[in-house]
């Protein structure tokens, strides 16, 4: 007879997750150290998918004024990051299902700093700044005209570094629905930078 409770495969090690345990137990200083490590991250997404940077920072807060409300539910299921950006998700689709903010987004970076690699061609020497710009702010209209699942996939997968799996817990989705979401905002950004993409060829 086979041993039907053999475990499975072992679950990564989740220090945030760590980190929360002991916030749902009022320890401080591990708040302060989850506040610290995640506020930017978080104001970054949300400057991004709200295309206001002028409000991410106090959605940021939101964002964790939530989780310190919520420690107590906290449950270890999946990974901080995963609990952390659904938080933020659905205060960031309340706030710009309250107002518009369309055209307003910043150009995207990813944690480091560093440009995100979406299709975006690059200009050379001349007007190209010129037509940088231009081209920055196409893709700053084409972002927040997106489908806020698509969005929210894009910009978790591309800019914050999740894996399809977290992506789809934070949406409520299956992997392969998130590849799906991935390439069509791709393709929709691809369509909108149709005439740049050509101008480079």
């Not at 949300?46 to 539910?73: H, I, K, S």
């Not at 997968?157 to 977290?166: H, K, N, Q, W």
Request: glycine share 6%; proline share 6%.
């Amino acid at each position: 007879m086979t041993d039907s409770t053999e475990p499975g495969p072992a679950r990564r090690p989740d220090p945030d997750g760590e980190l929360m345990a002991r916030v749902r137990r009022g320890d401080q200083a591990a708040y302060r150290a989850l506040y610290e490590k995640h506020l930017a991250a978080v104001a970054r997404y949300a400057a991004r998918f709200t295309g206001n940077p002028a409000r991410a920072d106090e959605l940021a807060q939101d964002v964790f004024l939530q989780v310190y409300r919520a420690r107590e539910r906290w449950e270890p299921r999946a990974k901080f990051t995963t609990w952390l950006y659904t938080i933020a998700h659905n205060l960031c689709l309340n706030e710009v299902r309250r107002f518009d903010y369309r055209g307003r987004l910043d150009p995207l970076e990813t944690p480091d700093g560093e440009p995100v690699e979406l299709p975006d061609p690059r200009a050379e020497a001349g007007d190209a700044r010129v037509s940088g710009l231009e081209l920055e702010e196409r893709l700053r209209a084409l972002l927040v005209e997106l489908p806020e699942t698509q969005r929210t996939a894009l910009l978790l997968s591309r800019v914050e570094g999740l894996r399809y799996e977290e992506i789809g817990d934070v949406l409520g989705c299956t992997e392969q629905a998130v590849k799906s979401l991935i390439f069509r905002a791709t393709r929709r950004l691809k369509e909108g930078l149709k005439e740049w993409i050509q101008d480079e060829r």
